[in-house]
């Protein structure tokens, strides 16, 4: 079955860091282009950041330079390092891909900043 498995999330506290991860399962994820979009409650779902198959990374301005995005291809694992966590950060958090003409979608992540 193919999937993304999301996990790192959790609770923390304003200004501090998770790193959440994103793998592959049956899906060669160096091959394509992987995103996280996250959604609060009572708000659409929107895009953080992108890392291209070569590499290349995009943040959304609301999180850069906060957010960082990497792949670890020996891994099949997409990262994203997030510091400098604010209130505003709390929502659920998805990777995305696609494969084949396919998109995937991962069962989201909780991420809560609070004190």
């Known amino acids: 079955q193919k999937q993304l498995v999301e996990s790192g999330g959790g609770l923390v506290q304003p200004g501090g860091s998770l790193r959440l991860s994103c793998t592959g399962s049956?899906?060669?994820?160096?091959?394509?282009?992987v995103a996280w979009h996250r959604q609060a409650p009572g708000n659409p779902r929107e895009w953080v950041a992108t890392?291209?198959?070569?590499?290349?990374?995009n943040y959304a301005d609301s999180v850069n330079p906060r957010f960082h995005i990497w792949r670890d291809n020996a891994m099949n694992t997409v990262y994203l390092q997030m510091s400098g966590l604010l209130p505003q950060d709390t929502a659920v958090y998805y990777c995305?891909?696609?494969?084949?003409?396919?998109?995937?979608w991962g069962q989201g992540t909780q991420v809560t900043v609070s004190s």
């Open positions: 890392v291209a198959s070569g590499g290349a990374t």
């Open positions: 049956g899906i060669i994820l160096s091959t394509n282009g």
């Open positions: 995305t891909t696609s494969s084949r003409g396919r998109a995937y």
